[in-house]
């Protein structure tokens, strides 16, 4: 299928590409995962689109083979942002998800359309992944308080509150 055959194998390369990066330089780390997020997100969005341009049967299979991985969009950039690029970055996965879907849904939708029950199940998707972006946005930013709370704390160990000065340990 073309999908294989034109989307898969650059992908491939861009994520071997990273790795070497990787390899070669570990410094390199935080623009590696960006990278590697925006390959994973450009793939899936791709096979969405792929997805939807198919036949209402053919379609539906293989959307339901698929489907699951979109959630792992949103993981790798709660592991991989800070929250407010997290919430921007992940938002703007969300609209590049939903945009190719509205037609379809809208042709689905007009006139009793035998093959509403998938235009349910699209719906259902995309609010799902919204319910998700928005639930690993605030577990990022609770994650970003309790990082700042932990530095906090360890600062007060190391310096005396009042005076600023070292304790007697360090």
Not at 6 to 29: I, Y
């Amino acid at each position: 299928d073309h999908f294989d055959r034109w989307v898969l194998p650059p992908a491939f390369v861009a994520m071997l590409t990273l790795a070497g990066v990787l390899w070669r330089r570990p410094d390199q780390l935080p623009r590696v995962r960006g990278a590697f997020y925006v390959v994973i997100a450009s793939l899936l969005l791709t096979k969405l689109w792929y997805l939807l341009g198919l036949g209402p049967d053919q379609a539906r299979t293989e959307f339901a083979q698929t489907s699951h991985w979109f959630d792992v969009v949103f993981v790798l950039g709660f592991l991989t942002f800070r929250p407010r690029t997290y919430l921007i970055v992940s938002l703007l996965f969300w609209v590049l998800l939903v945009l190719p879907g509205i037609p379809r849904l809208m042709i689905l939708m007009q006139g009793g359309n035998p093959e509403f029950p998938y235009a349910g199940t699209l719906w259902h998707f995309y609010a799902a992944n919204l319910v998700l972006l928005l639930l690993t946005y605030g577990a990022s930013h609770l994650r970003e308080g309790l990082t700042q709370a932990h530095a906090d704390a360890e600062g007060v160990a190391v310096r005396d509150y009042l005076t600023g000065a070292a304790n007697r340990r360090h």
